[in-house]
């Protein structure tokens, strides 16, 4: 959605920005996971941290939440840098967590309320995270999107100010996915800052408001989805599989991976383009441009690759 004035990153120097981190390195032997990432985050925005397996996402949040000692780089927290205090003000679901065994959703509420000076009233998570039909149950016996629900609630009993989601979907089926964005969305509603992290393009374009894509340790772009996709398309993307251009190649295409791809602002001119340059349309589709396109603009690769 366009913002009212200017251009429509430029909100975020009108808003309070709740944390800034600048200059984020950290290595591990040979590998650079994380090489000179600077974020700010907005108060009550959601910012999602898109990129494929070994990004280094997870690294970086680590260290915006505090747990992880960068290499060089600062994180402030309103401003102050982040101390003990942070701790208290931060939600955090870790990409793989143990769960204690042997007790019920009910009782580990109950055991991590009790860590907290001022936990949420747990009829308020249970509504939050939808977890009336399972309260009862072992943590060993739930389902993936139980777990990720559970998880989320542990996340949230502390009233936390910011939210960090590292990967909160991965695994789950299609139905899990949309059950969290639900819940995700309730906790946004309730005015916290939201960092999630994920390789789904799709859950970014829901939750996020802003969205800084990472590959190799470094922010690719950054901005609200709407913004970064008019800033890389114009049209429908219209895309043909290298294996069915057999002549020239089309004037206004280009190859992207293994495609050939155009942005049209005239399907009927593209086609006729395409006809007269003799490629078979057999394999040809048409869509709005949407994060995943603009991964393989910015990488040459597919996010799930
Ligand atoms: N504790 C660690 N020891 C060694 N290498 C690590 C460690 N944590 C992450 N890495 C490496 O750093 C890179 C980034 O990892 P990570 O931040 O987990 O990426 P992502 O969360 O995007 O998948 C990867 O190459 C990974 O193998
Ligand atoms: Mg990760």
Redesign the pocket.
Known sequence: MPLPWGHPDSYLQTMALIMQTSGIRKR??S?Q??DGVSLDLEEGSCLGIL??????????IEIMEGILEPDEGTILFRGQPIGKDFKRKVGIQF?TTALPEFITVKETLRLFSAFYPNPRPMDEIVDLCSLQDILERDNRKLSGGQRQRMLLALAIVSRPEVVFLDEPTTGLDPQARRNFWDLVGRIKAEKATVIL?THYMDEAQVLCDEVAI?DH?RVLERGTPASLLSRHFTGALVKIPKGCIEGDMPESGKMVADYLEIQSTNLGDTMRELLAAGVNLEGLSIHKPDLEDLFIELTGSSLRS
Request: avoid cysteine; proline fraction near 5%; charge should be positive.
């Open positions: 591990y032997g590998v996971a994380v990129g494929p397996n070994g990004a280094g996402k997870t690294t970086t990409q992290t990472m340790g």
